[in-house]
C-alpha cells in the first residue's frame, strides 16, 4: 500500500521538522494512530502522506509508484483525507456532501443517473447511522454528526485507505469514544486502512493495530501499543514535569505532594477513587502502615461506608468520599 522512502517532511528545505529520514509503511487493513506532542510534525506528516504538501525530499510511493507522478484524480481513488475545520458550505444537506466524495469517480452533477454512485452514498450513511440525517443541513448538525459526516463522505470515496488528522478535535467524551468505535469497525468490518492522528492517548491504545509516535527530538518510534508500553516509549516520548505516564494503566498521572500515609483497606473500585480522591487532596496511600487507616465496607444497610481509625483506637465512620476528606482535614 502507502510507503516512504528516506521521507523529510517540512515547510522549507532549512528547516526539516524531523532529525532522521522516515522509511514508512501502513500496514494494510490495519488501524494506526500517529501520536506525539504539539509542534512535532503530526499534521504535516499526514498532509505530505495525502499529496497535499510536498516532501522536502524522498518518495512517497502507492504500490511501488512515486505519489507525485501520479495524477490527482488517481491519487484521490486510493486516499481519502478527513480534516477537523468545518466546511466552507455548511448549508448543504448531509448527503450533499456525502455525494462529494465520489467526485474522483464521476462529476458531482450526474450523480442522480449514477447507480453505482448512488448506492455508494447510502452504504456510506448506513455504515456511520446517518440515514436519519441525509436531508439536514449542516450547520444544525452537533460536531459528533458533524465529523460522521465527514467520514462518511471519506467512504463514499471508496478508497482503501483513509487518512484523519485530529478526527475527535473538540468533541465531548462519549463523541470521541463513538468516533474511535466507529473508525476500528471500518478496519474490521470493511477492510479500510487507517491512519489518524489524535492526542486520544487511552482511546488510540484501546484501538490501534500499530502506533507512530513522533518525538519532540524529530525521531519515529513504531510498534503496536502494548509494545511501546512495555519498551517504556511514551515515558521518553512526554518526559514532563508534574505528571508522568503510568504504563500498568496506560494513563497519564498527575504527581501529587502528599503528607505521611493512611493505610487504605478495601478492594474494587471502592478503593479506586477513594485512593484516587485521597491523592489528589494530598494523602498518600499505602497497604501496609500509617498512622491514620481507612476501611472500606461495602456490606453496610446505608451502602458503601468508610471506618477511620487513629492509633488502633476506632475514630469515626462516614459515608461518603466527601465526607471522608473533610473528616480527614480536620484530624
Not at 529520514?21 to 501520536?35: A, N, Q
Not at 480534516?83 to 474522483?104: M, N
Not at 518526559?239 to 503528607?259: A, C, L, V, Y
Request: hydrophobic share 35%.
Amino acid at each position: 500500500m502507502l510507503r516512504t522512502q528516506k521521507l523529510q517532511i517540512g515547510y522549507t528545505a532549512q528547516k526539516p521538522l524531523l532529525s532522521e529520514r522516515l522509511d514508512l509503511e501502513i500496514p494494510e487493513g490495519k488501524f494506526v494512530s500517529l501520536l506525539g506532542a504539539n509542534g512535532t510534525g503530526k499534521s504535516t506528516l499526514l498532509h505530505t502522506l495525502a499529496g497535499l504538501l510536498p516532501p522536502l525530499s524522498g518518495d512517497i510511493l502507492w504500490k511501488n509508484t512515486a505519489l507525485r507522478k501520479s495524477a490527482t484524480s488517481t491519487r484521490a481513488k486510493n486516499i481519502a483525507m478527513v480534516l477537523s475545520p468545518r466546511p466552507i458550505a455548511p448549508t448543504l444537506r448531509v448527503h450533499e456532501v456525502i455525494e462529494l466524495g465520489r467526485y474522483p469517480h464521476q462529476a458531482w452533477q450526474g450523480l442522480r443517473g449514477n447507480l453505482s454512485g448512488q448506492k455508494a452514498v447510502e452504504k456510506a450513511l448506513a455504515l456511520t447511522e446517518l440515514e436519519a440525517l441525509a436531508k439536514r443541513k449542516l450547520y444544525t448538525l452537533s460536531d459528533g454528526e458533524h465529523q460522521k459526516v465527514m467520514i462518511a463522505r471519506a467512504l463514499a470515496q471508496d478508497t482503501p485507505l483513509i487518512l484523519l488528522d485530529e478526527p475527535t478535535a473538540h468533541l465531548d467524551l462519549p463523541n470521541r469514544i463513538m468516533i474511535f468505535q466507529m473508525l476500528r469497525q471500518l478496519c474490521q468490518n470493511q477492510k479500510k486502512t487507517i491512519l489518524t492522528s489524535t492526542h486520544e492517548l487511552n482511546l488510540a491504545l484501546q484501538v490501534s493495530d500499530e502506533v507512530w509516535l513522533l518525538k519532540r527530538a524529530g525521531k519515529m518510534s513504531i510498534g503496536t501499543p502494548e509494545d511501546m508500553i512495555l519498551q517504556d516509549k511514551f515515558t521518553e516520548t512526554f518526559p514532563e514535569k508534574g505528571f508522568s505516564f503510568d504504563k500498568h494503566t496506560g494513563n497519564f498521572q498527575i504527581h501529587h505532594r502528599h503528607q505521611s500515609p493512611i493505610q487504605l483497606k478495601g478492594q474494587g473500585a471502592a478503593r479506586h477513587w477513594t485512593k484516587q480522591a485521597l491523592e489528589k487532596n494530598g494523602f498518600s496511600t499505602s497497604l501496609t502502615s500509617g498512622s491514620l487507616c481507612v476501611e472500606i465496607n461495602e456490606k453496610t444497610n446505608a451502602g458503601i461506608s468508610w471506618e477511620v481509625t487513629q492509633n488502633q483506637c476506632k475514630s469515626s465512620t462516614v459515608f461518603s468520599i466527601y465526607e471522608l476528606i473533610n473528616y480527614l482535614k480536620n484530624a
